[in-house]
């Protein structure tokens, strides 16, 4: 069983960064950052793989959010810049124990194994 512990979230104005942890009891093959609104569908934003670090954005994202990982830490990191209020949303780390996919499979939320608890990120316009 694979705990994850996220921290990291908060209320911030636009154009704001954000820096979101996920924190795991033990390595992965991959780690995976979802966000969801009140009456949305999960929506994937990126993700990473634990060996060769490739990652893998969602469009909206690009050019603002940044994934990366420290192994000794087991930890994930996302680096949020340039925040808009469509970045609104709870954040949930996701990790894949087993068996590595092509990263644009890693997209679905299915494909993981265990999920953090959660953290909200507000930002105001």
């Known amino acids: 069983q694979v705990q994850l512990v996220e921290s990291g979230g908060g209320l911030v104005q636009a154009g704001d960064s954000l820096r979101l942890s996920c924190a795991a009891s033990e390595r992965t093959v991959a780690m995976g950052w979802f966000r969801q609104v009140p009456g949305k569908e999960r929506e994937f934003v990126c993700v990473?793989?634990?060996?060769?670090?490739?990652?893998y954005y969602t469009d909206s994202v690009k050019g603002r959010f940044t994934i990366s990982k420290d192994n000794a830490k087991n930890t994930v990191y996302l680096q949020m810049n340039s925040l808009n209020p469509e970045d609104t949303a709870v954040y949930y780390c996701a990790a894949r124990s087993r068996g590595l996919l092509p990263r644009t499979l890693l997209a679905a939320g299915a494909k993981y194994d265990y999920w953090g608890q959660g953290t909200q990120v507000t930002v105001s316009s």
């Open positions: 990473i793989t634990w060996g060769g670090g490739s990652t």
